[in-house]
């Protein structure tokens, strides 16, 4: 995809990684994530403006340490090392790494004792949010010191003739409460980005994109009905028009009423709607499967059928269209080469190695609130824009366990009211997701004066930004007590809701 300027992010397992590539896309300058072990090839192909160097949990010392390529330090590229990768810098260029005597974890205040364009404009004390075991005993040749704290005399180092710099604090984190500007002051001080990312060039570009990678060809989009699919085909038919066939599959996994409120929004459009009922099929297909990454991976390769299906009966149909999204793409394949992927999403993980048909994905680049700000230059309904994500495979991974058709029907009516109850407070618009999940447990309780054996209704709701970190929401008791009476009350074979108050990480936002 093409892009002004371009800011590469070397990850070295960072849990800030994700948060670095946000604060620089919202200084409005992309910025792309990659495998510490890019090759030096792939870095001049991807011809970025500024190189930034990822935390890590490791040490440059220990055997299996993950280290950079020989020959990025040397680089004509500005370099900006973020805790662990300001000890990767020393350690490449002879600088002195040790164990601190103690881990520093926490908030710290800094001195900046030399000026420096990464604290131009800043002044000469700053809050800063530490978090590293090792430290910087001796810095590398050429190197000086412009920045200290009470437990860090080397907590910033720039070279004296090069822009490279390192810096043993996360200017990521929203405990750096200036960090943006130290990034800002490297994006454009030192790398000259001109920080014209925005949605609206992303928009113009990627509509430009799509019309000459496509030129006369069709396209099908898998179309849920949600945020990232409406965005991706409002794209798409921007660019071909009437070329483009949106096809919606009720999976039979879908929320209550969802399937003819989609179609009731999605036959007034303008470009062609086609809608499958598939329920029985996807059903058949999960019968007696509880391993979440078997539902996965089954639902993606029936979506996929199904979609090639549809192109046969169309005709010369050549791309199909989806919405992922970036995070979809960190989770599904690590970045961080040997560390284990956290799940396959549907629409990337499940799908099957040989397709007839060739995947266009225009949104994979984007966090969910960039596809939200794309989504309104293209004039999507803000009824559409402020839904709550909801997962490729549906209910399948929220009923835990086995999937049935009387599972199902517990859990529809539960997650309604659940969803009722918080548009009618106010609360939903400030939530990021909530959704209802059914346990495969069953719980002792009494109703009318009987003894009763049934099921456990866990609910879930989650603030965030872009779902790459989240915490529960802070609901209030009041109305989670009349939730979970409505559901009680209402749904026949519940007797119990609990309410899930993990944050991510190191939960997921969902159970599967």
Known sequence: MEHHDKILILDFGSQYTQLIARRVRELGVYSEIKPFSLSLDEIRKNNPKGIILSGGPSSVYAADAPLPVPGILDLEIPILGICYGLQVIAHALGGEVTRAPQREYGRAELTVKNASPLFSGLGDSLSVWMSH????????PQFEVIAHTANAPIAAIQHRHRPVYGIQFHP???HTPRGAEILGNFVFKSCGCRGDWNA????????NEIKNKLGSQRALCALSGGVDSTVAAALVGRAIGRQLVCVFVDTGLLRENEAEEVCSFYERSDFEFRFVDASQRFLSQLQGVT??????????????RIFEEQARQIGEVSYLVQGTLYPDVIESVSTKGPSATIKSHHNVGGLPSHMKLQLLEPLR?????EVRRAGRELLVPAFILNRHPFPGPGLAVRVLGEITPERLAILRPADRIFL???RASGQYDLIWQAFAVLLPVQTVGVMGDERTYENVIALRAVTSLDGMTADWAEIPHDLLARISNRIINEVKGVNRVVYDISSK????IEWE
């Not at 391993?291 to 996929?304: A, L, S, V, Y």
């Not at 680049?365 to 609130?369: P, T, V």
């Not at 990480?505 to 997921?508: A, D, E, R």
Request: charged share 35%.
């Open 133 to 140: 075991g090792d430290h910087l005993t001796r810095i590398p």
């Open 172 to 174: 990521e984190v929203v």
């Open 200 to 207: 609206s060039a992303f928009v113009a570009s990627t509509i």
């Open 291 to 304: 391993d979440p990454e078997k539902k996965r991976k089954i639902i993606g390769h029936e979506f996929i």
């Open 365 to 369: 680049e984007l966090f969910k609130d």
């Open 420 to 422: 009722e109850e918080l």
């Open 505 to 508: 990480p190191p939960s997921t």
